[in-house]
């Protein structure tokens, strides 16, 4: 049996997809893990576990298969932080996208000029999850490890250098950290001097269609055949676009997971100071820009645990929805702003906090559930309207997540942004893409897979239900503006 091997190392597990010649994946293979917080904020993992955990998947797919891969391609979470020494060895546990140690430095950063051209040169916003700002922690909160650090890495660098004994890392993962210059393809002297390195303590950026053929006498493991090309591919959100066919301009891509994204293919960077968006390296002729908000499935995983019951059967969870579809659009004005745990794009708030606004006698517990679905679809709206200020015109969202299983959300999103939905992709467009990536890079394709969609596919707004969704975003944008300093004094 023929196949190519995706696989996407993500924040919660590593999952390996089988693709057949034709781009159709066929079996897959997931292994699980957890995080540590040993205070509030902080977000850690043992990127050794990882690695165990990508060599046991990988052994998986195999055994499943009963063959060895064509060739393989690597996608991964952005953002995370390793110090190693020289041997690879890490000095301190792997800081993830979501640890939240570094806010005051990055918003010390949004503040100030030098600042604000870093994320312009670099594509990536200034949040805590970004390595520049992790780096300046590090220096000024741990400098024996700082100091000690013969490298520092991220997660796919460190599997990496487990499968070929070297630093390398990819273009799309590098455009990530806040150090990488998006356009001239290497390190940003200011951004290193900022963070108090030399380009000598990262590792070599090339291309995401690099590709070095496996050989275990340099890797000291046998997870493949000797000779197997590993291409090192791109980041799990920029191959997440290529999986869903959303790598063409005038095509965004809109997932809703525990948090949620909005992402659009672009010929050039699409910054956006006021909204920060980010500008992502996807290959030498395509950049993946958008915006990433926090609460996406969370926000209705609080309000149904807590509002609507604990333990939710499936014939309960479903006729929630049925009460949410009998409520008319608006929610007969209630307003809900999803900010439960901060927000990133575009406000970049990590003091917003959740809001009902227009509470009135007439609302039951259904406008209240009606108007939690809305409030997500508005975030999202307000990302891809800040992506569209630079961006061609788009024309479809292709639509992936959880969420996709409900017919009336996914309606309500067609509605609240104006645009044709379509659900494209399944939950594993990040090891598809990694896929498509090799299989372009070692010539079994000449282009990315095309999508097959037909008109009759479509999720179409309605027109009467996306005119009142268009008077109540203006409310929705202006309640954040009018409310945003009442908000930080429960911080001061």
């Known amino acids: 049996m023929k196949y190519v091997l995706g696989i996407d190392i993500g924040t919660g597990s590593v999952k390996a997809v ?47 298969t009963g063959a060895q891969p064509l060739t393989i391609g690597l996608s991964s979470a952005m953002h995370s932080l390793i110090a190693v020494d020289e041997y690879c060895t890490p000095l301190a546990p792997m800081i993830t996208w979501a640890d939240g140690r570094s806010s005051a430095i990055a918003q010390r950063l949004r503040a100030t000029p030098e600042g604000v051209a870093i994320y312009k040169a670099t594509g990536t916003p200034l949040h805590a999850m970004s390595p520049l700002c992790k780096l300046i922690w590090l220096k000024e909160n741990a400098p024996s490890i700082f100091s000690k650090a013969h490298k520092f890495i991220g997660i796919k660098e460190f599997i990496w250098h487990q499968l070929f004994n070297e630093f390398v890392i990819d273009y799309s993962i590098a455009s990530s950290t806040g150090l990488f210059d998006i356009v001239n393809y290497r390190w940003y002297p200011d951004a290193l001097n900022m963070a108090g390195i030399t380009e000598s303590l990262l590792s070599l950026p090339v291309p995401t269609s690099h590709t070095k053929k496996y050989n275990t006498n340099s890797s000291g493991t046998d997870l493949f055949v000797p000779g197997t090309p590993v291409t090192i591919a791109a980041s799990d959100g920029c191959c997440a676009n290529l999986g869903s066919m959303a790598d063409k301009p005038g095509i965004a891509a809109i997932t809703i997971g525990t948090s949620g994204a909005v992402r659009v293919a672009s010929n050039k960077p699409l910054p956006n100071e006021a909204a ?149 992709q399944s939950e594993d467009a990040s090891a598809v893409g990694a896929a498509f990536i090799c299989m372009k890079a070692t010539g079994l394709i000449h282009n990315y897979p095309g999508s097959l969609l037909a008109e009759n596919q479509l999720i179409r707004p309605n027109p009467e239900n996306a005119i009142i969704y268009t008077k109540q975003f203006e409310i929705y944008r202006q309640l954040y503006q009018d409310l945003k300093a009442t908000m930080h004094k429960f911080y001061q």
């Open 276 to 424: 920060m968006t980010f500008s992502y390296i996807l290959d030498d002729q395509t950049y993946i820009c958008g915006g990433p908000i926090s609460n996406g499935g969370i926000a209705m995983q609080w309000w149904l645990r807590n509002f609507s019951g604990p333990d939710l059967s499936a014939g309960e969870y479903q006729a929630v929805f049925e009460q949410v579809a009998a409520i008319p659009a608006g929610s007969n004005g209630l307003i809900f702003l999803p900010y439960l745990t901060g927000e990133r794009a575009p406000i970049w708030d990590s003091e917003s906090c959740g809001t009902f606004f227009g509470v009135k006698l007439q609302h039951t517990q259904h406008h209240f559930s009606r108007a939690v679905l809305e409030g997500i679809c508005f975030a999202l709206k307000d990302v891809l309207d800040a992506v569209q200020q630079n961006s061609e015109p788009i024309l479809r969202v292709n639509i992936s997540g959880g969420f996709v299983k409900s017919e009336v959300w996914v309606q309500l999103l067609a509605d609240v942004t104006g645009k044709n939905l379509a659900i494209v």
């Open 18 to 64: 089988a693709i057949d010649p034709d781009g159709k994946s066929f079996a897959e293979n997931q292994e699980y893990y957890g995080f540590s917080s040993p205070k509030p904020g902080y977000h850690e993992q043992d990127p050794v576990i990882i690695w165990k955990a990508f060599s046991a998947v990988v052994r998986g797919i195999i055994h499943k």
